[in-house]
């Protein structure tokens, strides 16, 4: 799992900490891929699941900081991520999940989520705030 300018939502104070998840979901692969134990893998998830909720603060200091009118459910996708993350979390400890079924569920929540509510989220603070980039 490598950063594609693709994702780039044009804020780069959002851009980096997307960066910085992406690059802690390659770790959670890789680990993977090498077979670690859900002691390894659980610890990774736990650390991607604090900066993701550090993350979501940031997203969410910029809708304050510039009224974005789409804040509240922007701010239930991430209240709903880190519940079902937690749930999947869980499940993946008690050995009810396969490693890969977690990865796929981070994986895809996190493409989607950036691609879509994040990219307008930055639309919206370059249209009303000078973008750096
Ligand atoms: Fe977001
Ligand atoms: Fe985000």
Redesign the pocket.
């Known amino acids: 799992m490598k950063w594609d300018d693709s994702f780039s939502?044009g804020v780069q104070e959002?851009d980096s900490?997307?960066k910085k998840?992406v690059e802690m979901l390659g770790s959670l692969i890789s680990e993977m891929k090498k077979g670690q134990g859900r002691i390894v893998i659980g610890k990774t998830i736990e650390e991607m699941m604090n900066y993701?909720k550090v993350?979501?603060a940031?997203?969410e200091k910029y809708m304050t900081l510039y009224n974005y009118p789409n804040s509240t459910s922007h701010k239930k996708e991430?209240e709903k991520f880190i519940e079902s993350a937690k749930n999947f979390y869980e499940n993946y400890m008690k050995g009810n999940l396969t490693a890969v079924e977690l990865m796929n569920f981070l994986r895809n929540w996190?493409l989607e989520?950036?691609l879509d509510?994040?990219k307008n989220?930055g639309k919206f603070v370059c249209e009303v705030s000078l973008c750096k980039q």
């Open positions: 939502v959002i900490q997307h998840l993701a993350h979501f940031t997203e991430h996190l989520h950036i509510s994040d989220l």
